[in-house]
């Protein structure tokens, strides 16, 4: 007989394969890299300007001062350019990627594993992936 699980029992698994990733050396570097971009005193010198001159534009735009506006919309684009090209952004960018696609792979497995599952226990066809009940168009005895 199969094992029957709860969502409980889900989500208890769940939260271990959060543990799991939360220890892996793409986390590592990530939390690497964030420490070193809070502790760099030139960063967080031209994020506080990037949020002033977004405060700004924000303040430009609900009184309709579009040429103000604009400036301001120039200045932020090249801080944020500035910030982008420093070489421990680009990594922290580049780790933040890795952890999703981490994120991403696990929840992707878990979908297809499903999706397999139920064509398995259906005797469906993997290859086309039908489950049995549309391969053998039946309807459940409850059903006729």
């Not at 609900?62 to 680009?90: F, M, N, R, T, W």
């Not at 999703?100 to 259906?122: F, G, M």
Request: proline share 1%; net charge negative.
């Amino acid at each position: 007989m199969t094992t029957k699980y709860t969502k409980d029992d889900i989500i208890a698994k769940a939260r271990e394969i959060a543990e799991m990733i939360s220890h892996t050396e793409e986390v590592d570097f990530f939390k690497r890299a964030e420490a070193q971009i809070n502790e760099n005193q030139k960063i967080r010198e031209k994020i506080a300007s990037l949020k002033s001159l977004q405060k700004q534009a924000v303040n430009f735009q609900q009184y309709g001062k579009e040429k103000a506006l604009s400036l301001i919309e120039g200045k932020i684009e090249k801080i944020e350019v500035e910030i982008d090209e420093i070489p421990i952004v680009q990594e922290f960018k580049q780790s933040q990627g890795d952890v999703n696609d981490l994120l991403q792979l696990v929840a992707n497995t878990i979908s297809n594993n499903v999706t397999n599952k139920i064509i398995e226990s259906t005797e469906g066809d993997l290859l086309q992936g039908e489950t049995g009940s549309r391969v053998q168009n039946t309807k459940p005895s409850s059903l006729k």
